[in-house]
């Protein structure tokens, strides 16, 4: 599987965006995925996770009730995965990446960078004061 991320962008603050991950080359109903993040000079970070499923999800806690990670609820294994990121701030300015793995539990979730081993390329999120 390879993916591509999209939707990044300038927005100001409090504003909305919604990033997008196409997974293609593979059965993507196999794989649980997730939305990491770097900024300038920092390590990269878990934002949300997601399962084959899409039925269990995870944030942390600085995006919790603002952002929302989703894939198609009928069918996981089209090939998108969603970030819906509202009430932005301009700490969450930062290049995000979505990430997959396989996953042989439907429900599984993985938060650490280190457990996913197919990577997009990364989106800039700049989000002005």
């Known amino acids: 599987v390879q993916l591509q991320a999209s939707g990044g962008g300038l927005v100001q603050a409090g504003g909305s965006l919604r990033l997008s991950c196409a997974a293609s080359?593979?059965?993507?109903?196999?794989?649980?995925a997730g939305w990491f993040r770097q900024a300038p000079g920092k390590e990269r970070e878990f934002v949300a996770v997601?399962?084959?499923?899409?039925?269990?999800?995870?944030?942390?806690a600085s995006v919790e009730g603002r952002f929302t990670i989703s894939r198609d609820a009928r069918d996981a294994s089209k090939n998108m995965v969603y970030l819906h990121m509202n009430g932005l701030k301009p700490e969450d300015t930062a290049v995000y990446y979505c990430?997959?793995?396989?996953?042989?539990?439907?429900?599984?979730?993985?938060?650490?960078?280190?457990?996913?081993?197919?990577w997009g390329q990364g989106t800039l999120v700049t989000v002005s004061s």
């Open positions: 997601i399962s084959r499923s899409g039925e269990v999800t995870d944030y942390r």
């Open positions: 080359g593979g059965y993507f109903g196999y794989y649980a």
């Open positions: 990430a997959a793995r396989t996953s042989v539990r439907t429900n599984t979730i993985y938060t650490t960078s280190a457990a996913y081993d197919v």
